[in-house]
C-alpha cells in the first residue's frame, strides 16, 4: 500500500446519508489533477450501496473507505473496503478500481487482464490455489467481472486476488484471497495491466500527476471489460434471411433444479433468457452467477410476481428495482428486459419500464407447462409450434419442464434452429416497448397468461 505522505496534496472526502433508511458513509480519496477518477469512485460506490440497501433485507449501515496501493508511471489504484451490516451481522468486501492517469478513464480490476480467456485462465489458476482450504468451496467461482472485483500486484510482481467475504467460503472465516505468481501471470496481462504491474512494485515518493486529463469522451462505457459478458454476441446474426433463430425463456426462476437446464443448453452450444424473481435470486445467488457466466441472459421479473397493472408506477417500480439490484449485486449486469407476470401490462407499466431503460418481452409460443405438469407435452408444444423469431415461454422451477429442456433442445436442433437469448433475437429493443417475437409489431398472445 502507498502511505498518504507519499502523494502531495492528497485530501479524503466523505459523504454521509440515508439511502431507504439505511445509514450510508462513503469515503474516497481526491487526488490532485486526478478528479475524473474521484467521480468515478464516487458514482461506483454510491450505486453499491443504493443497490445494498435496496435489496437486502434488514439492511442497517454500508461504509466504505479506502486506500492508495498504487501510485507510480501514469498509474493510480484504490482499494475501496466495504462493510454491509444487517440482520444477519456484518460483512467485508474489497474492490479495487484502477486509473490511467493520461486517458482519464477508471479501469476494472478485470481489465489488467488481456480479455476474457485470460480472465477464464486466471479463474482456473486461483480454483487451483484455493481448492484445497479448509471451507472453501471454489466451485463458487466463476469468470464475471463482479467476483474479481480485487485484483492487485504484490511487491514482487505475483497477481493477488481478493474475495468478499461469503463469496467462496462461510462469512465466519473471513475473506479469501489467492496469489498467482509472477511467471504465471505476466501471460495474462493487457498492455495495462503489464504497466500496473510495474508501477505496484516500486515506491515513488512524490507521486504527482503533472496535468490533468479530460474525463473520457465517450463517459465510462466500459466497453469490452474481462468479466462483463455481452447478451446479444455477435456470433449469430438472426437478422439474416438465412437464421433459424428461436429463443427459449425461463420465468419463476432460479429453480432448484435450474442448474440441469444450463447443462442441457450447454450440450448443444444454446443460449436462453431466464426472467428471474426476488426470492429465487436470494436462494439462489451461484446458480444466477453460473447463468451470467455462461452467457445467457438474465431479465426482470419482479420480486413478488403480481399483476403490475394492479399497482400504481411506485408499486410497479419497486417490484422491479428490488431484482435490478438483486442481479447486479451478484453479477454487475444491469438488465435491459423485464416480462411483466401474466403478460399483464398498460401504459403505467411501459412507462415504469422506460424510466429503467427496460424493454418489456412477452412471448409467442406458450407452453402451459405450469397447468400441464408433462414433459412429453411440453415438448411437443415447444417444438411443433416453432417457427424462426418465435419466443417460447416456460418455466424452470416444475420439475416436467427440466425433464423436457433436453428433449427441445435435441429436436430443435434437429430442425436447424439456433437457440439464442432474446437480445439475439430481436436486436436493439426500445425502453417501455412490448415485444412478442423477432417482429414487433405483432399484437400480444392469445394463449392463457401464465401464472
Excluded at 135 to 145: E, H, K, M, Q, T
Aim: with cysteine; charged share 25%; hydrophobic share 35%.
Amino acid at each position: 500500500m502507498v502511505g498518504a505522505d507519499h502523494i502531495p496534496g492528497l485530501r479524503e472526502q466523505t459523504t454521509t446519508d440515508s439511502v431507504d433508511g439505511v445509514d450510508v458513509e462513503l469515503s474516497y480519496p481526491q487526488i490532485p489533477n486526478a478528479e475524473p477518477f474521484a467521480e468515478r469512485i464516487a458514482a461506483l460506490a454510491e450505486q453499491e450501496a443504493h443497490d445494498f440497501a435496496g435489496s437486502v433485507p434488514g439492511a442497517e449501515s454500508y461504509t466504505v473507505d479506502w486506500q492508495i496501493s498504487v501510485a507510480g508511471g501514469n498509474v493510480l489504484a484504490v482499494r475501496l473496503t466495504q462493510r454491509e451490516k444487517d440482520g444477519d451481522g456484518e460483512r467485508t468486501g474489497r474492490s479495487t478500481y484502477w486509473y490511467n492517469t493520461e486517458s482519464g478513464r477508471t479501469a476494472y480490476s478485470t481489465e489488467l487482464l488481456d480479455g476474457q480467456s485470460r480472465l477464464e485462465e486466471l479463474d482456473t489458476l486461483v480454483k487451483e490455489r484455493i481448492a484445497d482450504r479448509e471451507g472453501v468451496d471454489a466451485a463458487r467461482l466463476y469468470p464475471i467481472a463482479e467476483l474479481y472485483d480485487s485484483i492487485g500486484f504484490n511487491p514482487d510482481g505475483d497477481l493477488v486476488v481478493e474475495f468478499d467475504e461469503g463469496q467462496v467460503a462461510p462469512a465466519d472465516q473471513g475473506s479469501v484471497h489467492a496469489v498467482v505468481p509472477e511467471k504465471q501471470a505476466d501471460p495474462l496481462l493487457s498492455p495495462f495491466g503489464e504497466r500496473a504491474q510495474e508501477a505496484a512494485v516500486v515506491v515513488t515518493p512524490e507521486f504527482e500527476i503533472t496535468s490533468a486529463a479530460s474525463a473520457p469522451k465517450d463517459g465510462e462505457d466500459p466497453g469490452n471489460v474481462p468479466g462483463m459478458l455481452s447478451t446479444a454476441p455477435d456470433d449469430v446474426d438472426c437478422q439474416s434471411s438465412e437464421a433459424k433463430c428461436i429463443a427459449l425463456t425461463f420465468d419463476d426462476g432460479p429453480g432448484g433444479r435450474t442448474p440441469e437446464v444450463l447443462d442441457a443448453l450447454a450440450d448443444y452450444d444454446a443460449r436462453a433468457t431466464f426472467f428471474v424473481t426476488g426470492g429465487p435470486v436470494r436462494e439462489h445467488p451461484g446458480t444466477v452467477r453460473r447463468t451470467y457466466a455462461e452467457g445467457h441472459e438474465l431479465a426482470n421479473h419482479t420480486v413478488h410476481h403480481p399483476d403490475l397493472t394492479s399497482l400504481g408506477e411506485g408499486g410497479v417500480a419497486g417490484e422491479l428495482t428490488t431484482v435490478n439490484r438483486l442481479v447486479r449485486r451478484e453479477t454487475g449486469f444491469s438488465m435491459e428486459l423485464m416480462r411483466p407476470p401474466y403478460g399483464a401490462t398498460d401504459d403505467g407499466v411501459a412507462d415504469v419500464a422506460a424510466d429503467m431503460e427496460q424493454a418489456q418481452v412477452l412471448w409467442s409460443i406458450d407452453t402451459n407447462d405450469w397447468r400441464d405438469h408433462d414433459a412429453g407435452i411440453v415438448t411437443d408444444r415447444a417444438v411443433e409450434r416453432a417457427r424462426p423469431g418465435a419466443i417460447v415461454l416456460m418455466h424452470d422451477i416444475h420439475d416436467t419442464t427440466v425433464d423436457a429442456v433436453p428433449r427441445i433442445l435435441k429436436r430443435l436442433d434437429g430442425k436447424g434452429y439456433t437457440m439464442v437469448t432474446v437480445s439475439q433475437l430481436l436486436g436493439a429493443t426500445d425502453p417501455g416497448g412490448t415485444y412478442t417475437d423477432a417482429d414487433p409489431s405483432h399484437p400480444p398472445p392469445t394463449t392463457e397468461p401464465s401464472p
